[in-house]
């Protein structure tokens, strides 16, 4: 990477909004709103995005945003897109913006229904793998080993599996994204964007309160979680299709997890567990993208 | 409702037909712009009407199938706010599962349509008529009308749609499971070009819309909180006025008038039944067995229930001495809901009324129009008491 953004900024995302500094999430707000266009209405689910999206009177997102509920943020969606259909805007992009929680947990039913009945929507879910919010604890999408508010010790299963989820659904496509790799998550969203159905795109976000993080690491912590392959970048057509992306710089799970606060607790032995974990899926998304290339 | 006499209203089709098809032709009339949908006994004859209509080209429609009801209503609410017309039906648990939307939508002031089929919640499981589900969502800043009849349904579908967009509050219609739902009788479908007249397309001021660029239901602060609090009352207040309104103009289209309140046999009354829903027909037959033998018996119908009309109930009982409430619901510690609602409308005014709270129906329990008879002459002359008081249906 050169370090150069390649995508065109026409300020749909505005300064002034109160995501905590250094917050990854709020740059790549930035780059997929500016990809969508203004032609776009979005729903947001209570969430870090909600929150950042701005209070009334005040927005810093150039497009209308509903603010919906939380478990219900694909439906919602699925809502605007039918009636803007109705009255004659086949064009307008739909987007959704969700938490992990909003997603692997209370609006998987929604979601999976949306998936189901391949609503024309773009779902993105900024995935900080906790309900990091409400004070930092535990979703379906905290890693095993993570210490949450809500398991101080940490978590004892695996991250749920969303993008198998919904691959099985055979939905157009799923991506995965990064903000260390700004360029392809906006590479990522513009083909989506193209595409027509149901489209997901989940995007690591490294909290700074909720994983224990300096205000200047969440990129960083990001680029360590691709690197590590704990968390892949991934794109699956139709369901099927997969085209696994091999980072070109690769380094040990141990780097990732030192640091963050949210592992400290683990000893060596917990450690070589996770990165049993990591070389499981990695392998299994190897044989996938072997068997069934995009 | 029985026709007005002396009109000269152009007749539709007189079709037999359920209560729930009734609906579902109310609702094709009306012609809703999205329509999510979720089945549940006993809605399901209206949902698979608006399918089969829709299949045939005679309904034209987003029609949705999400995978529960509370996507449903989610759904409603997001396709009202981004300016489309929106129906939906569900019952009970379905309405129940809805309850937190039925809040949010109103709060965002979507102007959805739903008929609700009123079925007893569970637990234990049950498919009776019982207005207990509806009943129990008047916090929630919908308008909630009640129909007596398959003609009344598909009436009130109609002018449901032309209330909603008026004040900008979102409209619930409930009648009874199987009483009104399934039973069959002959109804007046309007023609398109009479409904098209009454309710022109829906134009939302208000939506989700790049070329707007508006967004709603961003968090606010307490003062603005409690404003769209008073801004719902303000749009509440307006109801009874646009619906007496709507109302005489739906009648003066089909001979067909509605009203918040149905007064029958009311005038010199000494004794009068308040109810809602299909017990008003039973209430109806038994004012006139009343009156044969001597007592001057009278019924109230509350056709809207949200915003109650107290004004109006005020007055239909002025100088009556009983009134005789039949709830057909029962909150659990209190009493009969229309019981409670209407000793809080009477307070604190010189009405010397002597309200009784009867339980009567409550899960479905047959109340054959003898009974009513019968408990008009056994309360007429009693005190009454401040509870409720059960009353044993057949079958119980």
Known sequence: MDGKIDYRDDGLFCSGHVACGGCAEALSLRVILNTMGPDTVAVVSPSCTAVICGGHPMSSLKIPVFHTTIESA???????????????????????????????????????????????????????????????????????????????????????????????????????????????????????????????????????????????????????????????????TDGVHYRLQTPELCSPLADYLTSQKRYRHLDAAEMARLQADVDTDWSMLQQRAQISPA | MKDMPGTDAPRGALRLMSGNHAVAEGARLARPEVTPVYPITPQTPILEKLTELQSAGEFVTEMLTPESEHSVMATAMTASLSGARVFTATSSQGLMLMHELLHYAAGARATIVMFNVNRTPASPWGFWPDQLDSLSQRDTGWVQLYSESPQDSLDLVIQAFRLAERVRLPVMISHDAFYVSHAVEPVDVPAQDLVDGFLPPFEAEFRLDPDIGRSIGAPVDQATWNQSRRDMAEAMGRVIAEFTRFGAQWGRLTGRVHAPLQLYRTEDAEIVFVTLGSLAGTARVAVDMLRRAGMRAGLVKLCLFRPLPAEALRSALDGVPVALVLDRNYSVGTGGVLHQELKSALHGTANATRVHGLLTGVGGVDVPVEQLVDLAQEFRERVPENGPIWIDGHGR
């Open chain 1, 74 to 236: 694909a439906a919602s969606a699925a809502g605007v897109r039918r009636a803007l259909r109705a009255r004659g805007k086949v064009d307008t992009n739909v987007l959704c913006l969700a938490g992990d929680g909003g997603t692997y947990d209370i609006g998987i039913q929604a979601l999976s229904s949306v998936a189901e009945r391949n609503e024309d929507i773009l779902y993105i879910c900024f995935d900080n793998e906790g309900y990091m919010n409400t004070g930092g604890q535990k979703s379906s999408s905290t890693p095993r080993g993570a210490a949450t508010g809500s398991t101080p010790d940490g978590k004892r299963t695996r991250k749920k599996n969303m993008i198998e989820i919904m691959a099985a659904h055979r939905i157009p496509y799923i991506a995965t994204a990064s903000p260390s790799d700004l360029n392809d998550l906006a590479a990522k969203v513009e083909k989506a964007k193209a595409m027509r159905g149901t489209r997901m795109i989940i995007v690591l976000i490294p909290c700074l309160p909720g994983w224990g993080l300096a205000e200047d690491s969440s990129v960083q912590t990001a680029r360590l979680a691709v690197q590590s392959r704990a968390f892949p970048l991934v794109e699956i």
